[in-house]
């Protein structure tokens, strides 16, 4: 599936606000053939850095808006959650490490690979973000950030969570005058996936959710995250 050396990768999935324990079950399952079949043995953990359905929602969507910031003063309260039990798990600075994060989780996971970075624990990892807010990104993680969102069948943003935040940044390069740049501090990749239904539909593999090729949508978001992990991961 990949170009990462070694035979095991270690694998988190990050749910965002208000998501059921079972919400990754297919996913987890799915991901889990496609690195067996490509010969490497994934270890999968799957974090709720907010709390999971059963937790207050006012208390789980402030906690995320702690994450859409790089003020440390803040807290990144999802992220140092999602931090302390990467930790606990990861065996070595070299270990591969993906990172798969749905809507807040997708901050939290950013938050968390950003301390592993800054702390030099480990730097062999990727993220990837779905259907999730915007978040700067740090210009030495931008090649490791993929963020992907759906979009309705004229090729537009559909998922409204998707807009919430901003990378944007003043640039002065090529013009005397500084100019707003909305991408200035964007993920490498930002690619939209015609899905069907909605924000919380990026992993859903069943009827409805399968279109007239028979492709369901859980296919259509793993199918983008292994080819980014194969155009970035050598």
């Not at 709720?48 to 059963?54: A, I, K, L, R, T």
């Not at 992907?148 to 013009?175: F, M, N, Q």
């Not at 859903?204 to 279109?211: E, K």
């Amino acid at each position: 599936m990949t170009a990462i050396s070694g035979s095991t990768i270690r694998i988190y999935l990050l749910a965002g606000v208000a998501t059921t324990k079972s919400y990754f079950d297919e996913c987890r399952n799915q991901l889990d053939r496609l690195f067996r079949a490509d010969g490497r043995e994934p270890i999968i953990h799957i974090l709720h850095p907010y709390g999971d359905v059963s937790r207050n929602l006012y208390r789980q969507i402030v906690e995320v808006g702690t994450d859409l910031t790089n003020r440390m003063s803040i807290g990144r309260i999802g992220g140092r959650a999602a931090f302390n039990q990467v930790k606990e798990t990861m065996r070595g600075e070299n270990e591969p490490m993906l990172f798969i994060g749905h809507s807040g989780g997708g901050a939290a996971a950013y938050q968390a690979g950003k301390m592993l970075h800054q702390q030099r624990l480990n730097r062999n990892f990727r993220i990837v973000q779905v259907g999730s807010p915007r978040i700067p990104i740090h210009p030495e993680l931008r090649d490791k950030v993929c963020f992907l969102h759906s979009v309705d069948h004229e090729g537009k943003l559909s998922d409204p969570i998707s807009r919430i935040g901003t990378w944007g940044g003043w640039t002065a390069e090529g013009s005397p005058v500084p100019r707003w740049n909305r991408y200035k501090y964007s993920p490498s990749i930002v690619e939209g996936i015609p899905l069907i239904g909605g924000h919380a539909h990026y992993f859903c593999h069943q009827t409805p959710y399968v279109d007239q090729d028979s492709v369901c949508n859980l296919d259509k978001t793993i199918n983008r995250v292994r080819n980014w992990l194969l155009e970035s991961w050598v």
